[in-house]
Nanobody, 115 residues
Framework: QVQFVESGGGLVQPGGSLRLSCAVSGFTFSSYVMDWYRQAPGKERELVAGIGSTGGATNYADSVKGRFTISRDNNKNTLYLQMNSLKPEDTAVYYC????????WGQGTQVTVSS
């Protein structure tokens, strides 16, 4: 049974930082690309960042490039997203996933950026 358990969200002021975690189980984590998505109220879910199986290749949406860093620890089956210089438009529920299991989603973690 594949599981994605996101954590680390919360309320922060503009310009602040958060570090999100995604604990993965149910498949061979180290063999697959992993992605972070987010979904804001009334909007479609969008791809935020992706990382190759070994962590050597990363990609980012233009809206977060230079502010967010995706990483992974294959020994811990955990995916991370370091978010710096947060903006109100980053407010969303953040999810992790792999293209290998496109129909399986966790509960996500809420990130709210507000004064």
């Amino acid at each position: 049974q594949v599981q994605f358990v996101e954590s680390g969200g919360g309320l922060v002021q503009p310009g602040g930082s958060l570090r999100l975690s995604c604990a993965v189980s149910g498949f061979t984590f180290s063999s697959y690309v992993m992605d972070w998505y987010r979904q804001a109220p009334g909007k479609e879910r969008e791809l935020v960042a992706g990382i190759g199986s070994t962590g050597g290749a990363t990609n980012y949406a233009d809206s977060v490039k230079g502010r967010f860093t995706i990483s992974r620890d294959n020994n811990k089956n955990t995916l991370y997203l370091q978010m710096n210089s947060l903006k109100p438009e980053d407010t969303a529920v953040y999810y992790c996933n792999t293209p290998a299991r496109p129909t399986d989603w966790g509960q996500g973690t809420q990130v709210t950026v507000s004064s």
